[in-house]
């Protein structure tokens, strides 16, 4: 004998003006018990009261539900959940299991490439547009922990929930996008995802350590990148040897720090990186202005393996579920033969 659902939902009115109509849904289940030779009536009606706000709520009455055997039906059981992202790699994960969420509103990558037709347009990750992200009604906000903590009530502010991503290492990415999945019900899905990403990475790693020196620049400043950023600890899982990795001094934001000509003359890197914040011509055309007149960037000018500046595309934000990709592009930079084919980036050097 099967037992069957039938869910009604209805918005009930308040008894006070002044409260929303909407806040509360009264759902009413018939449930079909079928024949029995039991004393029981052959159909019930049980009538629930839950929160609109708070869909675990519906979700565990759905569960009781099936715990009984009661069968409910798909779409009230598996709706999406609605998310706005603040990361653009978790917006790219999501992707992956349409079934189990929808991005409803996200942040530019980078201000000259537009977000998806239909997704509302939160602007830069750095000031996000918080009327914006109420349109959306998101049910899950994600964000980056050290660039938004501050930021969790707004973001939260319509009763959506937040979840802060740590993105400043390969590991606690991965740990995030995990939390994502089971956030969203597509556990088993990210972690497959997640595995595979991360196989992937140790596949890519060099035979022997390369001296690189890796510097994050901005119009009118050059930062080294240290270890404690996700770019500076992905270059240590595949093997590059980041002359940089735990320099200390002024930092703009954390782990990109500022260091005297005195202790870059210290340096002698084999690869010299160039992480673009702007015009990636722009930037090289001042790197090399700064080579020509001064003593410690001159010799990077003999790096073995050339000055190059990276595509900002992949390199300028946490590329999440991409980390692979990011990875062979490094790799073919100094062992092109041992690196599968990817796209080719800027590699201009001297």
Same mark, same amino acid.
């Given at each position: 004998?099967?037992?069957?659902?039938?869910?009604?939902?209805? &918005?009930? !009115?308040?008894? *006070?003006?002044?409260?929303?109509?909407?806040?509360?849904?009264? =759902?009413?289940?018939? =449930?079909?018990?079928? $024949?029995?030779?039991?004393?029981?009536?052959?159909?019930?009606?049980?009538?629930?009261?839950?929160?609109?706000?708070?869909?675990?709520?519906?979700?565990? %009455?759905?569960?009781? %539900?099936?715990?009984?055997?009661?069968?409910?039906?798909?779409?009230?059981?598996?709706?999406?959940?609605?998310?706005?992202?603040?990361?653009?790699?978790?917006?790219?994960?999501?992707?992956?299991?349409?079934? #189990?969420?929808?991005?409803?509103?996200?942040?530019?990558?980078?201000?000259?490439?537009?977000?998806? !037709?239909?997704?509302?347009?939160?602007?830069?990750?750095?000031?996000?547009?918080?009327?914006?992200?109420? !349109?959306?009604?998101?049910?899950?906000?994600?964000?980056?922990?050290?660039?938004?903590?501050?930021? *969790?009530?707004? @973001?939260?502010?319509?009763?959506?929930?937040? %979840?802060?991503?740590?993105?400043?290492?390969?590991?606690?990415?991965?740990?995030?996008? +995990?939390?994502?999945?089971?956030?969203?019900?597509?556990?088993?899905?990210?972690?497959?995802?997640?595995?595979?990403?991360?196989? $992937?990475?140790?596949?890519?790693?060099?035979?022997?350590?390369?001296?690189? @020196?890796?510097?994050?620049?901005?119009?009118?400043?050059?930062?080294?990148?240290?270890?404690? *950023?996700?770019?500076?600890?992905?270059?240590? /899982?595949?093997?590059? &040897?980041?002359?940089?990795?735990?320099?200390?001094? /002024?930092?703009?934001?954390?782990?990109?720090?500022?260091?005297?000509? !005195? =202790?870059?003359?210290?340096?002698?890197?084999?690869?010299?990186?160039?992480?673009? #914040?702007?015009?990636?011509?722009?930037? +090289?055309?001042?790197?090399? +202005?700064?080579?020509?007149?001064?003593?410690?960037? /001159?010799?990077? &000018?003999?790096?073995? #393996?050339?000055? #190059?500046?990276?595509?900002? &595309?992949?390199?300028?934000?946490?590329?999440?579920?991409?980390?692979?990709?990011?990875?062979?592009?490094?790799?073919?930079?100094?062992?092109?033969?041992?690196? $599968?084919? $990817?796209?080719?980036?800027?590699?201009?050097?001297?």
């Amino acid at each position: 004998m099967t037992n069957t659902a039938r869910i009604a939902g209805s &918005q009930r !009115e308040s008894a *006070t003006a002044m409260r929303p109509a909407a806040r509360h849904l009264t =759902l009413a289940i018939d =449930l079909d018990l079928g $024949s029995s030779a039991s004393a029981l009536r052959p159909s019930a009606r049980c009538v629930a009261r839950v929160d609109r706000r708070r869909p675990v709520a519906l979700l565990a %009455l759905v569960a009781l %539900l099936l715990g009984a055997g009661v069968a409910v039906p798909a779409a009230a059981a598996a709706a999406p959940v609605r998310v706005a992202s603040l990361v653009p790699f978790a917006a790219d994960a999501l992707a992956r299991v349409p079934e #189990h969420a929808v991005v409803v509103a996200t942040v530019r990558r980078s201000m000259t490439e537009p977000v998806p !037709e239909g997704v509302i347009d939160l602007g830069s990750p750095h000031a996000p547009g918080f009327e914006r992200l109420a !349109e959306g009604g998101a049910q899950l906000v994600v964000a980056d922990g050290a660039m938004h903590a501050a930021l *969790t009530g707004q @973001l939260g502010r319509g009763g959506a929930e937040v %979840l802060l991503l740590d993105t400043n290492s390969v590991a606690s990415t991965f740990d995030g996008l +995990r939390e994502l999945g089971r956030r969203v019900g597509a556990a088993d899905a990210m972690e497959q995802a997640v595995r595979d990403s991360e196989a $992937s990475l140790a596949r890519a790693a060099l035979p022997t350590p390369i001296p690189t @020196l890796p510097f994050f620049g901005a119009p009118g400043s050059f930062l080294v990148i240290t270890e404690r *950023t996700w770019f500076g600890d992905l270059l240590g /899982k595949l093997n590059f &040897q980041n002359l940089a990795a735990t320099s200390t001094g /002024k930092e703009s934001f954390p782990g990109y720090v500022q260091v005297s000509d !005195e =202790l870059l003359a210290t340096m002698q890197p084999s690869l010299v990186l160039l992480v673009a #914040h702007g015009d990636p011509e722009a930037i +090289r055309t001042a790197f090399l +202005r700064r080579a020509d007149a001064r003593g410690p960037w /001159k010799s990077f &000018q003999q790096a073995e #393996h050339g000055v #190059h500046v990276l595509d900002a &595309q992949t390199f300028a934000a946490n590329p999440g579920l991409a980390m692979p990709e990011a990875a062979q592009r490094l790799v073919r930079l100094v062992a092109p033969a041992t690196a $599968s084919a $990817s796209p080719s980036i800027d590699t201009s050097s001297r």
